[in-house]
């Protein structure tokens, strides 16, 4: 049965729930090994990962085997999913703020550069989930935010190159959109033709948020959204 709210309901259906590597399945089934052996101990999440991160290095790709199979399995699960997802159920909530006779969002424009901490929620939220399956969406973003703010400058490197990357594509994509788009119209809700080219950037401001304070899945979750955010 579909996730979230029945069609015609005016509220959002939610996105299929991200793919999980292989690497996070692992992590896991050490979450359910050290519940097990220890069911009244509280995980501190970052020693916990460390320690998975070192064993997981010291595995044999036969030992790993498994959980590229439970990877393999997942992925078919979530591309079944998102044959049957369309992004245009997900109108209800930006449907109901009220923008008026604002320019529907022209699918040609560039998509927004993602930041550097974006780009490390999507590596790291599977991980968080799964060695917290109780956490809320929320949670799970805290935690990412959490992680990021104790992460050193050398291991953020690796995200703020390629935020820096994203932003170098967004920015020559921008000047190509908008020299090859300057006369082109597309309709408002009232009907009447609106200039695509000063269509602002609200809708990717929203889609950034929710990761950053809700959570994309995107993983998403997409996951989305990306994680996504995976």
Request: proline share 4%; glycine share 8%; aromatic share 8%.
């Amino acid at each position: 049965m579909p996730r979230g709210r029945p069609r015609g309901s005016g509220l959002a259906i939610d996105k299929p729930r991200g793919r999980m590597t292989a690497y996070a399945f692992f992590v896991q089934t050490c979450r359910s090994e050290h519940k097990k052996l220890h069911p009244d101990e509280n995980v501190q999440f970052a020693e916990f990962s460390r320690q998975c991160s070192e064993r997981w290095k010291t595995m044999s790709e036969t030992e790993k085997k498994k959980f590229h199979d439970m990877a393999g399995k997942d992925k078919v699960r979530y591309d079944a999913e998102m044959r049957n997802y369309t992004p245009v159920q997900n109108t209800g909530r930006r449907g109901r703020r009220g923008r008026g006779n604002k320019a529907p969002k022209d699918p040609n424009k560039p998509k927004r550069a993602l930041s550097a901490f974006f780009y490390y929620a999507n590596d790291e939220r599977a991980n968080v989930r799964a060695a917290n399956p109780d956490f809320s969406v929320g949670e799970v973003a805290k935690e990412l935010g959490r992680q990021w703010g104790e992460l050193t400058d050398t291991g953020k490197l690796k995200f703020e190159k390629q935020a820096e990357e994203d932003r170098a594509r967004y920015d020559r994509d921008m000047t190509i959109y908008r020299s090859g788009g300057a006369t082109k119209k597309i309709k408002a809700s009232n009907g009447h033709p609106v200039d695509a080219t000063h269509e602002d950037d609200d809708d990717e401001d929203e889609d950034e948020e929710s990761v950053n304070g809700g959570g994309a899945e995107d993983d998403d979750e997409d996951e989305d959204e990306d994680e996504d955010e995976d």
